[in-house]
């Protein structure tokens, strides 16, 4: 298995409060993604990051901040929480550049927001 | 416009052969993955095609037609623990990261 880790592993937390989620990997693959979650949308992209400090958005990225100072983390921000972001949360890591590009995924992270 | 399609559900019998199709249209394709998911854990990657053609890994096997913009799962001799969804996602030439469908939900019965 990649090792790839996301903490905390479940959250609840209030309508207003930032949270952030964690993605530790220790693969030193160059690729890393924020995936949110939910019933009858399948996994959707929220951001992603292609190197130390290199991030782009993804198709729902709106509420969410992304940053990555070093290889191994990548952290993902509610600035300010909302019922609707209430999902399961997925990092996932890849190394383009040298394999076919699959994706390992983390455990998730199941966030409420009451 | 990128766009990949595939069936909600699915239910098959313990033993028996089931086909799980995807469609794609994507812009700068380069090859199509499928994983499966069992509920409430993570995805894990089965297989990848990039070129037109099955692909065999045991029980389970994965075509791919570029031209049809196509492609399928294979799950033979199905077992109660393949319950699971299945995601079909499309890669893209450069950094662009995978596309995924939405995903089918297999249900094995006895």
């Known amino acids: 298995d990649a090792g790839i880790t996301q903490s905390p592993r479940h959250k609840v937390t209030e309508t207003g409060t930032p949270v952030t989620l964690r993605c530790h990997q220790t693969e030193n693959h160059r690729y890393m993604y924020w995936y949110r979650q939910d019933p009858g949308h399948g996994l959707r992209l929220i951001h992603y990051?292609?190197?130390?400090?290199?991030?782009d958005k993804g198709e729902v990225s709106d509420g969410y901040s992304v940053s990555r100072s070093k290889t191994e983390d990548f952290l993902l921000t509610l600035e300010s929480a909302t019922s609707s972001q209430t999902s399961v949360y997925f990092c996932a890591i890849s190394d383009r550049d040298r394999e076919i590009g699959e994706q390992y995924f983390g455990p998730g992270t199941r966030l409420t927001v009451t | 416009g990128q766009n990949i399609d595939q069936p909600t559900e699915m239910t098959a019998t313990e033993g028996a052969i089931v086909q799980i199709n995807c469609t794609y249209q994507t812009s700068g394709f380069n090859g199509l993955f499928w994983y499966q998911q069992h509920a409430g854990e993570a995805p894990t990657f089965l297989s990848y095609?990039?070129?037109?053609g099955l692909e065999e890994k045991g029980r389970f096997s994965s075509f791919l037609s570029r031209s049809k913009g196509y492609s399928y799962l294979l799950l033979k001799e199905l077992q109660m623990k393949d319950s699971a969804s299945y995601l079909c996602?499309?890669?893209?030439?450069?950094?662009?990261?995978?596309?995924f469908g939405k995903g089918t939900r297999l249900s094995v019965i006895a």
């Open positions: 095609n990039v070129l037109d």
């Open positions: 990051s292609y190197g130390v400090k290199d991030t």
């Open positions: 996602a499309a890669s893209q030439t450069g950094n662009t990261p995978l596309v």
